[in-house]
């Protein structure tokens, strides 16, 4: 049997789980880099690479503890509630701890790929990158029932963020924040409590929101 090994670890904005986007490519302004380890790092490894537009990596998650043996899990797609099988899920709760994201391929640089649409928390280790074929690997007729429908996003008004806090946020950063709050990062089972007040750290900031009036309300950013 092939041991599994990482070929390189992905950095991200993403300090923490929570805040991550669910699936990749919803949030382009959520960049990282793919930083091949010295042994993977020659330039040999990715020629060619620069023909495609996007790739697959296939990444551990590492935050997780070890899968409890249970077969069934709560999407956030059914509200958290109700239980699907786990291999009818793409819940990082699993027997193999591997995610899979199509991901942007903006760069390739020295040991590295500069990537976008990235939803993995920073130091993931990724075993392996391949491209992405669009002519047999999109499947416009393919059937998906109770995940067919991308996930709501909020409209662009609905997502203030105060001038005096958007003064000290990095451009990039702004952008990053409200793509990442137009989501919905909240848990369904949350979506009464008004007044309840979130925090997720992200590209070296810690934000805080407030979730309610059918608006999302920055209060807070702190960098750290």
């Given amino acids: 049997m092939t041991e599994l090994r990482p070929i390189a670890v992905l950095r991200t904005p993403f300090a923490e789980k929570f805040g991550v986007p669910r699936q990749s490519g919803l949030v382009p302004a959520a960049e990282g880099r793919v930083e091949f380890l010295p042994e993977f790092a020659a330039p040999e490894f990715v020629r060619g690479l620069e023909d495609f537009s996007h790739v697959w990596l296939i990444t551990g998650f590492h935050q997780n503890p070890p899968w409890d043996g249970s077969a069934t899990v709560r999407p956030p797609r059914l509200g958290g509630n109700e239980r699907v099988g786990v291999f009818a899920s793409r819940s990082?709760?699993?027997?193999?701890?591997?995610g899979l994201s199509l991901v942007e391929l903006r760069a390739i640089e020295p040991g590295a790929l500069r990537v976008a649409g990235i939803d993995a928390v920073d130091g993931t280790p990724v075993y392996d990158v391949k491209p992405y074929l669009p002519w047999c690997e999109a499947k416009p007729d393919a059937r998906s029932d109770w995940a067919k429908d991308a996930p709501a996003i909020r409209a662009a008004n609905d997502v203030v963020i105060p001038a005096e806090i958007a003064a000290r946020l990095p451009e990039n950063v702004t952008?990053?924040?409200?793509?990442?709050?137009?989501?919905?990062?909240?848990?369904?089972?949350?979506?009464?409590e008004a007044a309840r007040v979130y925090g997720m750290t992200v590209a070296g900031w810690n934000v805080r929101w407030r979730a309610g009036s059918g608006r999302i309300e920055v209060i807070e950013a702190l960098k750290l």
């Fill in 175 to 192: 952008a990053l924040v409200r793509q990442l709050l137009a989501l919905e990062l909240q848990p369904a089972y949350h979506a009464a």
């Fill in 92 to 98: 990082p709760t699993r027997p193999n701890g591997l």
